[in-house]
């Protein structure tokens, strides 16, 4: 098993939380109660959400379930838990629950909590909500209805015929008045109310379980009960909805005995819709067609107005109120009369999708469509394209589709052993419009693999890796821009069925007044950008030897009116410069090099111009590495490995590891150097033609860290831009293999470019994104999601990663600014590891100076408040130097000494001095300076 941190799980979901509430679409927060056994996942869920945001979460589960800090245990074979989380995420509380399984949920708006029916079961363990025994006689298995107050504690709880079927359905007003729907097979009586056998009953309580009426439907005598596809839809405005499929000639009576006549059938399989008030009586019934035997309705409900939803599935296509819809997922609305304003369906219908979760207010409605082969037959809505197996869709009052969120994991290919996807269980929205949902993360295998994997579920920027039952919020209703962004390879400024999407990673821009966002284009090549109301313009990041020919002004501008808005068709085409020959090396160690031990290094190789190449990469490994092997297998010339590429296109790169090892007999602080080259006859670029990777020889370290390539940089080269490579190295030291690792690393957008930001390197398969707004603006989040990364006592060089981006500085940085930075990594859901902090200094040329042919010390500690130590090995006794320079270069503390051969330990003052970044140099007897960063608190 896992080694478990569930407390720290809240810093790994603020790790990809860092997008504003005015944005649409976008995962607010996503928690996970998870179960601690990886290979049991939790069962059935089921959620309500309340007009105030707080989301009330059930579901079962087996052994046990970690929620917030508190462990819950089953008593028998399973037991249930219920959440409940506020409108921000936060868990305000949790009851365990044994041989109770809740069919069904409504909040109670008026008094709060919320009215659930449930089924009491044998569970080899007593009967009990929150420790407490269950207050009802009946033995199991009994279903009852119940109501649970806001803090948690059940108020009172009545039993329900036993034979009214598999469960019964609750729905609530907004005054606070309950409905309950289910069917009565024999003769029972229901809050004091007989009803007739094959019947189907409506229950009306108020909020102290008293009942209100009953209404009872059922046909005529001597036809047989059957109402199939019946659903029960909640009516905020007072009543409630009732749907379902009647026999030919059918006659539906209401009310017991004899009844009323409602309504005959006239035609095999007529599907009804009936409208009840809030006093029981039916306001309208309407035939909404003949559905076939396949078709069947997913959910219906009604919204503040009185307007009806009503949606679901037809494999074979449906009339539905006159309209014809194609086979497989349809949505429709009808008003408070009961007449149809619009229906929509599938474009290119395929059997086996459906929609079957609702949550509707005047602004639109919501609706959860499962999609059974989203790899090979993606839905299309309108403009939208679904690609995950259970996705939320938003459709303005008039019918149109207006935007779709899913987990982002779209690789649900025959080439992924495992992959992880969200089934959305429940939809609830609040009185603001974010949008709630409930779940759990299921996972496939589409071929032998490893037997246990982590689910991992991607949810806009927010991760959660586990087991177990998944709430998440959605911020709703601001306005979307779309497009695709495409190589134009004819320049004519439109995108033609044979050009492809443009296989590079790409950032985006939206500027609205004086904000800025940036976003990473898709990697499959979609642009999706959101936006507040009022002036926006959208535009694409430079991208060297590529010219924008659509739009012909390079950037869209318009203005939103509102909110919860789409335009689409922001297409971007990226014509190719004829004959830019161009390409990139980099060389990146996977961690730090320690004598006595191996390091792998790799070279990545990358066509970045517009015409096919070949030639050859080579990697020269310092002077004290012992090569041992080379992954492809290179040519090897002394320290000197090389390799040689054909016809490696645009768009294309190879990626080349190296290992070596470091004798025993290396001293610590060895300065290494190893290089990459790539040279290419006709380079418009040769500047990114060669590589470097200097490192120092350590002793024991913490392989998770950050570094950057340039410590310090001059004024004349922040002027150039001159790119800030940061390399995050990362380790499983843990006992298993690691799922998924995540990194977060916050840049400084006042000092950095965010719009320049594009990945170089990396060591697996990964994702990344950029918080652009809210209190994580500059948040960069990069997942390996299924890395599976063994542990470090399996395989010590499989066990690290690495991934490396580049970003410019900013040309306004002035002499003494520092750019620090420091990451967060996650393994799993264990607690995040901190780096050490990389800096980079704007230093004048003269205070800038090192050497790496220098005697190896030391500086500490460091950071310093008083003092500092310099611990050095001088090989020849005489006249030693330390200075202390300023950004400006200025000499700020001078010591000259005299010292002898051998160990050397020398403290300089450092009271009276102003915080900040200091460079600390040492002249040894022999020379030649050297050069350390210091900082002092």
């Known amino acids: 098993m896992k080694l478990l941190r569930h407390c720290y799980l809240l810093a790994l979901l603020l790790f990809g939380a860092g997008l504003g509430s005015a944005r649409a679409q976008s995962f607010a927060w996503a928690k996970l109660s998870r179960t601690p056994n990886d290979t049991v996942r939790s069962n059935t869920v089921n959620s309500v959400t309340d007009s105030n945001g707080n989301t009330y979460v059930h579901g079962t589960y087996r052994d046990s379930v970690i929620v917030g800090s508190s462990t819950f245990r089953a008593l028998g074979t399973m037991s249930s838990v219920i959440v409940k989380y506020d409108s921000t995420g936060t868990v305000l509380w949790a009851k365990n629950l044994n041989g109770v399984v809740i069919v069904s949920l409504a909040a109670d708006n008026s008094a709060g909590g919320f009215y659930f029916t449930a089924e009491q079961y044998t569970n080899n363990g007593p009967i009990t909500w929150d420790g407490a025994p269950l207050p009802l006689a009946a033995t199991p298995p009994s279903p009852f209805h119940a109501k649970c107050s806001a803090s948690g504690a059940l108020q009172w709880a009545q039993p329900l015929p036993v034979n009214t079927g598999q469960g019964c359905t609750v729905v609530a007003d907004d005054a606070g008045d309950a409905y309950l729907q289910s069917i009565a097979y024999s003769s029972t009586t229901v809050g004091g109310v007989p009803v007739n ?139 408070a009369s009961g007449a149809m304003q619009w229906a929509r369906g599938e474009q290119q219908g395929t059997a086996g999708n459906m929609g079957y979760q609702l949550a509707a207010n005047s602004r639109g409605v919501n609706v959860a469509v499962s999609v059974q082969n989203p790899v090979n037959s993606p839905v299309k809505l309108g403009p939208l394209t679904l690609r995950s197996y259970f996705n939320i869709v938003h459709y303005s009052p008039q019918g149109d589709e207006q935007w779709a969120a899913s987990d982002s994991r779209t690789d649900y290919s025959v080439s992924a052993t495992r992959f992880s996807y969200y089934s959305i269980s429940s939809l609830g929205l609040d009185s603001r419009g974010n949008l709630y949902a409930a779940g759990t993360p299921r996972t496939q295998t589409n071929r032998p693999g490893p037997s246990v994997n982590l689910p991992v579920l991607q949810l806009g920027a927010l991760t959660t890796v586990g087991s177990g039952l998944v709430a998440c919020r959605l911020n709703a209703y601001a306005n979307t821009l779309r497009g695709q962004v495409y190589l134009d390879q004819n320049g004519n400024g439109q995108q033609d069925a044979s050009e492809q999407m443009f296989a590079r990673p790409l950032t985006g821009i939206l500027a609205q007044g004086t904000a800025t966002s940036y976003f990473p284009v898709g990697a499959d090549g979609v642009l999706q950008a959101y936006a507040a109301p009022g002036a926006y313009q959208l535009s694409l990041a430079p991208v060297a030897h590529y010219t924008i020919s659509q739009p012909s002004s390079g950037s869209y501008a318009g203005t939103f009116s509102g909110s919860n ?184 957008a006042s000092k950095l470019n965010l719009s320049s930001l594009a990945l170089v390197a990396q060591s697996h398969n990964c994702s990344w994104s950029l918080a652009s707004t809210g209190p994580n603006a500059g948040q960069l989040t990069v997942r390996f999601l299924g890395i599976n990364l063994p542990g470090r006592n399996v395989d010590v060089i499989r066990s690290q990663g690495f991934v490396r981006f580049r970003v410019q500085p900013r040309t306004t940085l002035a002499v003494g600014e520092v750019i620090p930075n420091r990451a967060g990594i996650v393994f799993d859901f264990n607690a995040p590891v901190m780096t050490n902090t990389a800096t980079t200094t704007v230093m004048l040329a003269s205070a800038a100076l090192a050497n790496h042919t220098a005697a190896a010390w030391n500086a500490y500690p460091n950071p310093a408040t008083d003092a500092v130590t310099v611990a050095a090995d001088l090989a020849t006794a005489g006249p030693v130097r330390l200075d202390l320079l300023d950004a400006l270069g200025r000499s700020v503390r001078r010591q000259t000494f005299t010292a002898p051969a051998g160990p050397l330990r020398q403290t300089l003052d450092l009271r009276d001095l102003a915080p900040g970044f200091y460079v600390l140099r040492l002249t040894p007897p022999t020379g030649p300076a050297s050069s350390q960063q210091l900082v002092r608190e």
């Open 565 to 748: 808005q789409l335009i689409s068709g922001q297409h971007f085409g990226l014509v190719p410069v004829a004959n830019q020959a161009d390409v990139r090396v980099t060389l990146t160690p996977y961690g730090a090099v320690r004598a006595g031990f191996t390091v792998r290094y790799r070279v990545t190789v990358e066509n970045v111009g517009t015409t096919t190449v070949s030639g050859t990469v080579t990697a020269t490994l310092d002077s004290h590495l012992s090569y041992i092997s080379s992954t492809p297998s290179g040519t090897r010339t002394g320290q000197t490995v090389s390799w040689s590429y054909a016809n490696l296109a645009p768009f294309g790169h190879l990626d080349y590891d190296v290992l070596a090892s470091l004798p025993t007999n290396v001293v610590l602080g060895t300065a290494l150097l190893s290089t990459a080259t790539a040279p290419l006859v006709g380079d418009v670029d040769a500047t990114d033609n060669t590589s470097t990777a200097a490192q120092t020889v350590v002793g024991p370290f913490d392989p998770n860290s950050i570094e950057v390539n340039y410590e310090r940089l001059t004024p004349a080269q922040v002027a150039t831009r001159l790119p800030l490579d940061y390399t995050i190295h990362f380790q499983n030291l843990g006992t298993a293999e690691a799922t998924a690792v995540i990194l977060s690393d916050t840049l400084d």
């Open 197 to 335: 056998a094959n019947s189907v009953y409506i229950l009306k309580i108020n909020g102290a379980g008293v009942t209100q009426w009953v209404q009872t439907l059922h046909f005529a005598p001597g036809i047989g009960f059957s109402f199939s596809s019946s659903k029960f839809g909640a009516k905020p405005g007072g009543g409630c909805l009732l749907s379902g499929c009647i026999p030919a000639g059918a006659n539906l009576l209401l009310g017991p005995g004899s009844g009323t006549s409602l309504l005959t059938s006239a035609s095999i399989n007529d599907q009804l819709l009936i409208n009840f008030n809030a006093s029981g009586t039916p306001l309208w019934t309407i035939v909404m067609g003949s559905w076939s035997q396949s078709a069947s309705l997913g959910a219906l409900l009604a919204d503040a107005a009185g307007n009806c939803y009503i949606t679901g599935s037809a494999p074979n296509g449906i009339q539905l109120s006159g309209v014809a819809l194609g086979p497989s997922f349809f949505l429709a609305k009808y008003n």
